[in-house]
């Protein structure tokens, strides 16, 4: 309740400042509540810095003109059923002019059929899953690398360092893993792993035991997985707790957070694949450098940013680099401007697809693995550790 | 250790949990053919009073059972005046949309509270180790905290003179007030129990698996099966039939995806349902 | 003729006044709040005819929409069928697969035929979720190909509203028509003593299990129309154990075992839901009025808002029924 | 006269109890069958199998020519027999016209909802009832509950009525009444098998008497004869006033 009254209290005072300048409307659902909320927040706490910073500038200026930035949106309650009523309400009554996408790749398909009908650009992050971009959309644009690169990083590091691993996927059976794990099983039996375990397990699952007795029978030295934080902070706890003999854990998406942190000991040595990471050093040509963003996001936060945060900010920069471009917020212009991008700021180089086959995929970006790991003074940090060019710290390999 | 064997001890441990917040379930139904839908948002208060009183005091998360049960049997006397003691011996509808109101608003409330992400008691008792198979201490302590509490119960329905006054009434209600028991009084504090053994089963819970404010709902489901299979208003009944549920998903699980399990759980409750109608463990005549 | 039979006359304006109302200024957005309104209708009144015709409380009524979503997203996606053929074929197996399920679990009465109906939607959505030809538990996605046969996505969306209306339209009509036969009496006589009724002759096995399969056929066809245009369907949102349990508050809230009832309580619950959520203040307490409000109505006005109206204006009785 | 109704050894067992034990019996067309028995004695139980909601463990009931042994109730109705209950089950939600229309509607002529509604009407005037026809099926007095009973089976046009104690609570007005009743559906070509426990009401009644004790047939013969059966007065011994009362009644 207080972060809405928080929310309503900056709307109002972007209202009071920008009485004179013209605005610009961006609409959105957030996951508030349900199985998604965590992962969602941080996505919204991206939009919100970028959103108050470049009012604080005096919004974006393109065509001579300044637009300020104001936000419609509203909870999806991380279920699908009600984010058409919700994109359609913002693009008609909110009379929202671009949209950011949901979280997850589920509700992201089921909100690209709206904002496609009407022609209106959307920028999807936290949408990895590559089918939405394959069904002939002509103004979905997107900012993570897609699904099938997530896990490929992490058995090409395995490779480097032990190629006789025995490989074990545990996964969530959503969209999202679903096509990340896909790809990566055939990459795995590729180069020549024994991948000796593989299955899905539901979303909201909270108890592993079962599977995780069936990971120790299978004698795999390695597991790949996971889905979203719920369910990956559970899996990692329960590996910890039945002490599994693993010298490697990958997992999707959760570890990123900086709530992992709260795992303690259960958290030491798990890897992420990530879209982003504090101590990326990308040169960048357009808005603010890695360095800046992560005071900025942990000034307001108290919190150090998540590569969906990264993510979010960085969806806000390319609109608005895409809005000077085009020197307005004609869509046709916007959209032609988003097509041509090709761009690097801190959160990487963002291109996308213009083949018509998988119009808006993402091509520019790439994945990096990050493990949590003791620092010196034995405070539990995430290092990059792939790809070698860029890492902060050596893979710890084994775990333990 | 074989896989198989491991995978039915951990299926023994988590049921006896399932069986202890089948229990306030099945009491409440035997009592006063009342299927309470609060069942599951109050093994989310018990999830969530585990973690208030775990954070607040940092004692073992064990010895804070006895202060939850008392907290539960106060919320159960407050929800019985509230939406309960007015629809006993009305259609079954009217109890199943009373409690199920009921259950709405304190997922409502937990919502704006606690919102729905997930929470953990950060507790953990040492494990025990077999070869290459690790049990935890979480799980050891839960499962034998609920077999603890079941014997309490099952001694305090058959010993004192309050314990059987509930089996009275759930027995024969008019029959019971013709011996002068005050049945509303006995319901209350059947209900009251009811709601008191789902928060501890909720407070147990807790400190195996994560929890949001809607984790309540699986292991409701999950207690309507065990409540089917052992019979109604058996709920000492209710804990085997919980282990044995727990057992079976033990045994299963190394031969199919864990995925399937719950089309197994269900298809046996619809079966058994239409098959015995009271139960397995229930009398065979109808 | 409107005096003989009002109900029906209503029926048939509300349905005008939906195609009416958003066609009017082109009004999109009031378009996609109306089809929530339309599909609440659809699963209140057909859940109406278990619950306020039989006696039967089924908590698992929301199986019915999910699987014809399933089978309709299939037939009209993945063959590519027309979609009105889609949905129909879709009602038809989602209403023999009741009378299966049917026979079975109808054989138990009150609490426990309630338990049976959620052991059968959890069983069906675990079914789903690992049943490899709908995609488990990632389910299934609309390709943009699919709407060009129905002239591209955005008239794709109108012609599946009007469909949805058209489905709102029968199945209000279908349950007046059932209230008023033969069929819907001996259905009465179940609700009220079904011993009695069986000795009166009514074959309660046989119309049981017919009203069962009959309360499926609808949503089912809603469900396929509904997915088709939500562009997606998983087991999750397919199987909502909430919304099913919501369709009997909405039942509840309007008045169980009248038409007008199960109508205006599935429009009203909606309504509400709608602009609880998108209201800032009230958003995070959707939940709790929702439920104050239900715990109120079971409570002191246990028939319901047409109960409540029934008893205020006694004539209103003539003109609703 | 030719047989309505032959039940030939016919058998329930209830757990250890032999609730009715090879009962045979014949009930002739145009006939008043009355059936008594002290309390226990198997009588509804018997009713319950003749009209199918009990299934017989042993023996045959021919109805109408037709085997309906094992036949469902709601099968049994539309043959041509219909029963009351001897608690009274109103479908209480529902109006008294409505009741009796149920019974029309799924009776022997599976009647159309509108010549149901017009049987209804009709059998309503017979039994006195039609000035209540509108009232709600739970608002009336007993006495009228068990008139709805009669009306409702009756508007099933059945050839077979079976009555389960339709006297027992009332007042002698209103028993004088129902006794008259019976005797009006008996003439309108309606057989009738009644059990009752107000003895002089079935000794002026019945043509015959069929008696049960213990679930077996211990006589089956007219009034005059059946009190002066030993088996009879022995059943009734540990009820001296009903021997009383079975005596003054021949």
């Not at chain 1, 690209?112 to 089918?131: C, D, F, H, N, P």
């Not at chain 1, 055939?186 to 079962?210: R, W």
């Not at chain 3, 999910?66 to 063959?79: H, Q």
């Not at chain 4, 016209?97 to 009776?107: D, F, K, R, W």
Request: charged share 15%; glycine share 10%.
């Amino acid at each position: 309740m207080k972060r809405v009254i928080f929310i309503a209290f900056l709307l109002s005072l972007s209202f009071a400042a920008t009485s004179s300048a013209q605005t610009i409307t961006v609409g959105f659902t957030v996951s508030r509540t349900g199985a998604l909320n965590v992962d969602s927040l941080e996505q919204y706490r991206g939009f919100e810095l970028w959103r108050d910073t470049v009012n604080a500038a005096g919004g974006i200026k393109a065509g001579g003109k300044s637009y300020m930035v104001q936000f419609a949106s509203y909870d999806d309650e991380s279920n699908s059923k009600r984010v058409q009523q919700l994109y359609t309400r913002m693009i008609l009554e909110d009379k929202a002019d671009f949209l950011f996408s949901p979280y997850s790749s589920s509700l992201t398909a089921t909100a690209a059929i709206v904002t496609e009908q009407y022609e209106k650009i959307m920028l999807t992050t936290g949408a990895a899953e590559e089918k939405t971009y394959k069904l002939g959309n002509q103004y979905l644009f997107q900012m993570f690398a897609p699904a099938t690169q997530y896990l490929t990083a992490a058995l090409d590091a395995l490779k480097a360092r032990d190629p006789k691993a025995t490989v074990a996927f545990v996964y969530e059976d959503a969209s999202f893993s679903v096509a990340v794990v896909t790809p990566a099983k055939a990459y795995a039996q590729q180069l020549g792993f024994n991948v000796v375990f593989a299955e899905a397990y539901a979303p909201n699952t909270t108890d592993f035991s079962a599977i995780i007795d069936k990971v120790i029978a299978s004698k795999a030295t390695v597991l790949l997985g996971g889905g979203h934080y719920a369910d990956g902070s559970t899996l990692a706890r329960q590996l910890y707790g039945h002490k599994v003999p693993l010298k490697m854990v990958a997992l999707l998406v959760a570890p990123d957070s900086p709530q992992w942190s709260e795992l303690g000991d259960a958290a030491v040595g798990v890897i992420v694949p990530s879209q982003w990471e504090p101590q990326s050093t990308f040169k960048a040509q357009y808005g603010p450098s890695g360095a800046d963003f992560g005071k900025a996001y942990s000034a307001k936060y108290n919190a150090p940013p998540s590569y969906e945060s990264a993510g979010g900010y960085a969806s806000g920069l390319i609109l608005q680099h895409a809005i000077e471009q085009a020197g307005g917020t004609d869509t046709a212009k916007v959209a032609a401007a988003l097509n041509s991008t090709d761009l690097t700021t801190f959160y990487g180089r963002s291109k996308f697809s213009t083949v018509a086959s998988e119009h808006g995929l993402q091509v520019g970006h790439t994945i990096f693995l990050a493990q949590w790991q003791n620092d010196k003074s034995g405070a539990l940090v995430k290092q990059v550790v792939w790809p070698l060019a860029g890492k902060s710290a050596d893979l710890k390999y084994p775990i333990r | 250790m074989s896989g198989i064997l491991a995978s039915m001890i951990d299926g023994l441990l988590i049921g006896s949990v399932y069986g202890l917040a089948a229990m306030g379930l099945s009491l409440i139904w035997g009592v006063m053919d009342v299927i309470n839908l609060t069942h599951g948002s109050m093994i989310a208060l018990g999830m969530f009073g585990m973690y208030l009183l775990f954070s607040a005091t940092a004692s073992n998360a064990y010895f804070l059972l006895a202060p939850l049960i008392v907290v539960g049997l106060v919320l159960g006397i407050i929800v019985y005046w509230l939406a309960v003691n007015w629809v006993v011996d009305r259609p079954i509808l009217m109890s199943l949309l009373s409690t199920f109101a009921v259950n709405m608003v304190v997922i409502g409330l937990g919502t704006a509270i606690w919102s729905t992400s997930p929470y953990n008691v950060n507790f953990s008792v040492p494990g025990i180790t077999v070869g290459e198979y690790t049990f935890t201490g979480n799980h050891i302590a839960a499962a034998s905290s609920a077999v603890v509490i079941a014997l309490l119960l099952e001694l305090f329905l058959r010993r004192t003179r309050a314990g059987k006054a509930i089996r009275a009434v759930a027995d024969n209600r008019a029959a019971a007030e013709l011996m002068g028991i005050s049945s509303t009084r006995v319901l209350m504090v059947a209900f009251a129990i009811g709601i008191a053994l789902a928060m501890a089963s909720g407070a147990l819970v807790s400190t195996l698996f994560p929890f949001t404010i809607l984790s309540g709902a699986g292991y409701q489901l999950k207690s309507f099966v065990v409540t089917v299979l052992a019979g109604l208003g058996k709920p000492f009944g209710a804990l085997i039939a919980g282990v044995l549920l727990g057992l079976l998903e033990g045994a299963v699980s190394p031969f199919i995806a864990v995925s399937w399990i719950p089309l197994i759980e269900f298809g046996l409750f619809v079966v058994v349902l239409i098959a015995f109608p009271r139960g397995i463990f229930g009398k065979a005549t109808a | 003729m409107i005096l003989r039979r009002p109900l029906l006359w209503l029926i048939l304006a509300l349905a005008a006044l939906f195609v009416w109302l958003p066609l009017r200024n082109h009004d999109v957005a009031l378009r996609e709040d109306l089809i929530l309104v339309a599909v609440a209708i659809i699963l209140t009144s057909n859940l109406n005819l278990m619950i306020g015709y039989t006696g039967y409380v089924n908590f698992g009524h929301i199986v019915f929409y999910g699987l014809g979503g399933y089978v309709g997203l299939y037939l009209a996606t993945v063959l590519n069928w027309n979609l009105i053929v889609a949905a129909l074929i879709a009602g038809v197996t989602v209403s023999v697969l009741a009378l299966l399920f049917g026979l079975g679990i109808l054989r138990l009465r009150g609490a426990y035929f309630a338990l049976a109906t959620i052991g059968v939607l959890v069983a069906v959505q675990a079914f789903v979720a690992n049943f490899e030809p709908w995609g488990r538990s990632t389910g299934m996605y609309v390709s943009f190909a699919s709407y060009a046969p129905l002239g591209g996505a955005r008239r794709a969306l109108w012609i599946t509203y009007y469909l949805i209306i058209g489905v709102m339209a029968l199945s209000l009509v279908l349950s007046l028509g059932i209230r008023r036969s033969k069929f819907g009496l001996g259905l009465f006589a179940i609700r009220e003593d079904e011993d009695a009724a069986i000795v009166l002759g009514v074959n309660a096995t046989v119309y049981k299990a017919i009203i069962y399969s009959v309360s499926a056929f609808l949503p089912a066809v809603a469900g396929a129309l509904m997915f088709f245009k939500n562009g997606m369907i998983d087991p999750s949102i397919a199987f909502e154990y909430m919304l099913s349990l919501e369709g009997i508050v909405m039942l509840m809230l309007g008045g169980q075992g009248t038409v007008a009832g199960s109508a205006l309580g599935g429009a009203l619950y909606e309504r509400l839901r709608s602009y609880l959520l998108t209201s800032p203040r009230l958003s995070e307490f959707h939940l709790v009025i929702a439920g104050a409000l239900l715990l109120l109505v079971v409570r002191l006005a246990p028939g319901g808002l047409i109960g409540w109206l029934y008893r205020l204006v006694p004539r209103s009785r003539e003109v609703v029924e | 006269m030719t047989a309505l109704l032959e039940v030939q050894g016919v058998s329930k067992r209830f757990g250890g109890l032999q609730a009715v034990g090879d009962v045979s019996f014949t009930l002739q067309e145009g006939e008043i069958l009355g059936l008594i028995g002290p309390n226990g004695a198997g009588k509804t139980t018997l009713f319950n199998l003749v009209n199918g909601v009990y299934k017989t463990d042993t023996g045959s009931i021919i109805f109408s020519g037709k085997n309906i042994t094992g036949r469902s109730p709601d099968q049994v109705v539309h043959l041509g027999l219909a029963r009351t209950h001897q608690i009274v089950r109103p479908l209480n939600g529902m109006s008294v016209l409505e009741n009796v229309i149920v019974g029309a509607c799924y009776g022997r002529e599976y009647q159309s909802l509108r010549a149901a509604r017009a049987t209804a009407l009709e059998v309503l005037e017979q039994v006195g009832m039609a000035s209540r026809a509108n009232s709600p099926a739970h608002s009336l007095t007993l006495a009228f509950k068990k008139r709805l009973e009669v009306a409702r089976a009756l508007a099933a046009r059945p050839k077979l009525l079976l009555l389960d104690e339709v006297l027992a609570g009332l007042n002698p007005t209103e028993i004088a009444q129902m006794i008259d009743l019976i005797r009006k559906i008996r003439d309108s070509g309606v057989s009738v098998f009644m059990i009752e426990h107000v003895m002089q009401a079935i000794m002026n009644l019945s043509d015959r008497i069929l008696v049960l004790n213990l679930g077996h047939k211990i006589a089956e013969a007219p009034p005059a004869e059946v009190v002066k059966n030993p088996d009879v007065v022995e059943a009734y011994l540990g009820f001296p006033d009903i021997v009383d009362k079975l005596r003054g009644a021949s």
